[in-house]
């Protein structure tokens, strides 16, 4: 089994900046992608940042040059660093993490969440 742990949300003003964190722990063999996701109330759940047990990384058009997301593979932690935080980017932020299953596809997994909410 694969658990994923977040942790780092707050409460934080407008231009603020937070760290988020997410631990993997049991069955942390070969995990490919990881990667943050975010839903607001009344939306639907949407990619954040990703990447790629390479380093290779992804972002949303709307945290592009504000969120940094890296990851530690040894630690098998991934870190979304997000500056100039704004009220539009409250949401409950998830941890992903992707890898292959025996029988071909890929499994999902989900943290529990970790809310972030920014004042103006």
């Known amino acids: 089994q694969l658990q994923l742990v977040e942790s780092g949300g707050g409460l934080v003003q407008a231009g603020g900046s937070l760290r988020l964190s997410c631990a993997a722990s049991g069955s942390t063999f070969s995990i490919n992608t990881m990667g943050w996701y975010r839903q607001a109330p009344g939306k639907q759940r949407e990619l954040v940042a990703g990447i790629s047990s390479g380093g290779s990384t992804n972002y949303a058009d709307s945290v592009k040059g504000r969120f940094t997301i890296s990851r530690d593979n040894a630690k098998n932690t991934v870190y979304l660093q997000m500056n100039s935080l704004k009220p539009e980017d409250t949401a409950v932020y998830y941890c992903?993490?992707?890898?292959?299953?025996?029988?071909?596809?890929?499994?999902?997994?989900w943290g529990q969440g970790t809310q972030v909410t920014v004042s103006s």
């Open positions: 992903n993490a992707e890898r292959g299953a025996v029988g071909g596809g890929i499994y999902h997994y």
